[in-house]
C-alpha cells in the first residue's frame, strides 16, 4: 500500500495503531477503491491483530481502557523544587491505554484545488461559506462521499483533542497525522497527511454562550473556545459511538 502513511521511529503503540487500522480497513474495502480513495482518511481503531516493539507499552492494568495516553514519554521536573519528594509527572507515569476510539479521520493534503487541503479555514457560523458547507461537500464528494462514505462530520471537543501529541509541537499531533509537510510545494494523498499548526474548530458549542464554540489547537495542544464567526482550520471524522 504505497499510498499510507509511514509512521516515524518516535511513535507510541497508541498512534501505531493510527495506520494498522487503516490498513485494515482499506483491505476490506474492495477493488473500486483507488489510491486517492484509499489514503483520504486515517483511523485509530483496531482491525484485527497489530502490536508495534516501542519503548514503552500500556501497562497490564490497563485492561481494556481506551482512555488515551497523552502521548509524552519525556519528564520535566521541577527547576525551583528544593526538598526531595518524587516527581512522578507525566513523563514518567505515562497513564493511559491504546488510543481505540473508532474513529476514522479526513486526511488532510496540500493542494488548494481539494477539499482536503491543509490550509481551508471556514467560520463555524456566517454568511458565507462554512464548516457545515464543507462538509456537505465532502459527503457528497465524488457523487459517493470522501472514499465512498456519507456519513463523514465534524468532531466533538473531546475526540479532536483526542488526537493531539503532548510529547510534541507545531503541530502537536503525531507524525500518523503530520508526514512529509515540507518536502513539496503540493502534495497528494499518497505522499502524506498534514495538520495546520493552528486552530481547528470542534462541533461542540460553549454553553454558556451559543455564540461561541469550542476548538483545539495543534500548535501545542491547548483547548479553547472562540467566536463562531471566527476563520479556522476543519478535519472530518467518522465512526466512533454515536447514537
Same mark, same amino acid.
Given at each position: 500500500?504505497?499510498?499510507?502513511?509511514?509512521?516515524?521511529?518516535?511513535?507510541?503503540?497508541?498512534?501505531?495503531?493510527?495506520?494498522?487500522?487503516?490498513?485494515?480497513?482499506?483491505?476490506?474495502?474492495?477493488?473500486?477503491?483507488?489510491?486517492?480513495?484509499?489514503?483520504?482518511?486515517?483511523?485509530?481503531?483496531? !482491525?484485527? #491483530?497489530?502490536? &508495534? /516493539?516501542?519503548?514503552?507499552?500500556?501497562?497490564?492494568?490497563?485492561?481494556?481502557?481506551?482512555? /488515551?495516553?497523552?502521548? %509524552?514519554?519525556?519528564?520535566?521536573? /521541577?527547576?525551583?523544587?528544593?526538598?526531595?519528594?518524587?516527581?512522578?509527572?507525566?513523563?514518567?507515569?505515562?497513564?493511559?491505554?491504546?488510543?481505540?476510539?473508532?474513529?476514522?479521520?479526513? %486526511?488532510?493534503?496540500?493542494? !488548494?484545488?481539494?477539499?482536503?487541503?491543509?490550509?481551508?479555514?471556514?467560520?463555524?457560523?456566517?454568511?458565507?461559506?462554512?464548516?457545515?458547507?464543507?462538509?456537505? %461537500?465532502? +459527503?457528497?464528494?465524488?457523487?459517493?462521499?470522501?472514499?465512498?462514505?456519507?456519513?463523514?462530520?465534524?468532531?466533538?471537543?473531546?475526540?479532536? %483533542?483526542?488526537?493531539?501529541?503532548?510529547?510534541?509541537?507545531?503541530?502537536?499531533?503525531?507524525?500518523? $497525522?503530520?508526514?512529509?509537510?515540507?518536502?513539496?510545494?503540493?502534495?497528494?494523498?499518497?505522499?502524506?497527511? &498534514?495538520?495546520?499548526?493552528?486552530?481547528?474548530?470542534?462541533?461542540?458549542?460553549?454553553?454558556?454562550? #451559543?455564540?461561541?464554540?469550542?476548538?483545539?489547537?495543534?500548535?501545542?495542544?491547548?483547548?479553547? +473556545?472562540?467566536?463562531?464567526? +471566527?476563520?479556522? $482550520?476543519?478535519?472530518?471524522?467518522?465512526?466512533?459511538?454515536?447514537?
Amino acid at each position: 500500500m504505497d499510498s499510507m502513511t509511514v509512521l516515524g521511529p518516535r511513535t507510541n503503540t497508541c498512534r501505531a495503531l493510527v495506520l494498522a487500522s487503516s490498513l485494515a480497513l482499506l483491505l476490506g474495502l474492495g477493488p473500486w477503491v483507488n489510491a486517492v480513495e484509499a489514503a483520504s482518511f486515517l483511523a485509530d481503531t483496531v !482491525i484485527g #491483530p497489530f502490536e &508495534l /516493539p516501542v519503548p514503552w507499552m500500556p501497562a497490564s492494568s490497563c485492561g481494556s481502557s481506551t482512555f /488515551p495516553a497523552t502521548g %509524552q514519554t519525556t519528564s520535566f521536573p /521541577p527547576t525551583l523544587k528544593t526538598t526531595n519528594a518524587p516527581v512522578r509527572d507525566d513523563g514518567v507515569v505515562r497513564a493511559g491505554g491504546a488510543l481505540n476510539t473508532g474513529l476514522i479521520w479526513e %486526511q488532510k493534503i496540500r493542494d !488548494i484545488r481539494s477539499l482536503h487541503d491543509v490550509t481551508l479555514t471556514f467560520a463555524w457560523d456566517s454568511v458565507a461559506a462554512t464548516i457545515w458547507d464543507w462538509l456537505e %461537500q465532502v +459527503n457528497t464528494e465524488g457523487g459517493t462521499g470522501l472514499a465512498g462514505h456519507n456519513d463523514w462530520r465534524i468532531p466533538n471537543v473531546k475526540e479532536l %483533542q483526542s488526537i493531539v501529541d503532548y510529547g510534541t509541537f507545531s503541530p502537536a499531533v503525531d507524525v500518523a $497525522f503530520n508526514n512529509n509537510p515540507g518536502m513539496r510545494a503540493t502534495c497528494s494523498v499518497a505522499e502524506c497527511s &498534514l495538520t495546520g499548526v493552528g486552530n481547528y474548530w470542534t462541533s461542540t458549542t460553549l454553553e454558556l454562550n #451559543p455564540a461561541f464554540g469550542w476548538g483545539v489547537g495543534f500548535n501545542a495542544g491547548g483547548v479553547f +473556545n472562540d467566536s463562531k464567526s +471566527n476563520i479556522l $482550520f476543519v478535519r472530518a471524522v467518522r465512526g466512533g459511538c454515536v447514537p
